[in-house]
């Protein structure tokens, strides 16, 4: 796969324009949506606000509606009740659309006879997009290599990098990417990281379902969290990690049975994170170095957890999964 870019100059909310940053706002609206299929309820009730000037991540687990959403809102399926709204109108209302929201749900649904920049030049001509706007986007995901290549022998990845040039084609200022990272390698991802970053930098709502949540965790902003088509959360992304991690502290100690047995008869409950790392709940920091310093029990940490994003959102989704596995423990 060709390399891409480090960075990403910025895209200019006028084709040939001088880079810019967006002097117009468009959120994405989600007001009370539902739908059904057949006995199956996909979404039920579901309402949240995509933000200008944010990257937002919409996650939850498989089956929980997050790829129902995102149809409604493009308007690739129709809502049974409820509205999405883009800058306050439908999908279907727009004129122009890919001028106003550019969105890849699928890597895959492009014509692999077709060569990349001929698929682009399509895209274009059919919205009145010059074609100097094709050579910019496929120079900004680092497919000028690969242009004239047909997209049947492009790797995943290429094809993702393809996927977001169609999605910026028509430089909109609002932005929609399921699993953009799918078959993306290291610095593939720590690309796309940056983009996002840098499309809520000049102004624009980005939506973004992902079940990477490390990867979130370095570029969102905000979450919705989903989980059976219901909302779990609408939270900051430092709000989340903050109730997640309060109250709880870890202890690194080379005793652990012998921690674990003076901390928890004080009333903590303890779990075992990590190799002589211990996370206490129910107990502050200075009360568990009282209790370690009166036993006599080696220390070398004592101070306040940070939950990860990854903890955070499967404590939230815990009950909110379709299918769940049994554990080791638990299937043998």
């Known amino acids: 796969m060709p390399p891409g870019p480090q960075w990403l100059p910025t895209v200019t909310t006028r084709v040939g324009a001088a880079p810019t940053v967006l002097d117009m ?87 692999p006879g077709r060569r990349a920049r001929d698929h682009l030049l399509w895209m274009a001509h059919a919205s009145g997009i010059p074609k100097r706007r094709v050579d910019e986007v496929i120079e900004l995901v680092g497919l000028s290599s690969a242009a004239r290549r047909r997209v049947g022998g492009f790797s995943l990845g290429m094809r993702q990098r393809l996927g977001i040039a169609g999605a910026l084609l028509g430089d909109p200022p609002a932005l929609i990417f399921d699993e953009p990272v799918n078959g993306l390698d290291p610095e593939g991802i720590r690309w796309i990281r940056g983009l996002l970053r840098r499309l809520a930098t000049e102004g624009r709502a980005v939506l973004v379902s992902s079940h990477l949540m490390s990867e979130l965790e370095g570029s969102a902003d905000h979450l919705v969290v989903i989980g059976r088509g219901k909302r779990i959360a609408d939270t900051s992304v430092q709000d989340l990690l903050t109730a997640a991690s309060r109250g709880r502290v870890a202890v690194r100690t080379t005793a652990v049975s012998e921690a674990i047995t003076v901390l928890t008869q004080e009333g903590a409950s303890v779990g075992v994170v990590d190799h002589g790392v211990l996370i206490v709940t129910g107990l502050s920091a200075q009360r568990a170095i009282a209790l370690l310093a009166a036993s006599e029990l080696p220390f070398s940490e004592v101070s306040g957890y940070r939950a990860t994003l990854e903890e955070a959102y499967l404590n939230l989704t815990r009950d909110a999964g379709e299918f769940s596995a049994a554990s080791p423990v638990e299937a043998s």
């Open 25 to 111: 706002t468009t959120d994405i609206e989600v007001r009370d949506i539902r739908k059904r299929y057949g006995p199956t309820v996909a979404v039920d009730g579901l309402s949240f606000t995509i933000r200008s000037g944010q990257v937002t991540g919409l996650v939850g687990p498989n089956g929980a509606g997050k790829s129902t959403t995102m149809r409604v809102i493009l308007g690739l399926d129709s809502a049974d009740e409820g509205t999405a709204l883009i800058g306050g109108r439908p999908y279907a209302s727009l004129r122009n659309p890919i001028r106003h929201v550019g969105a890849l749900l699928d890597a895959g649904a492009v014509h």
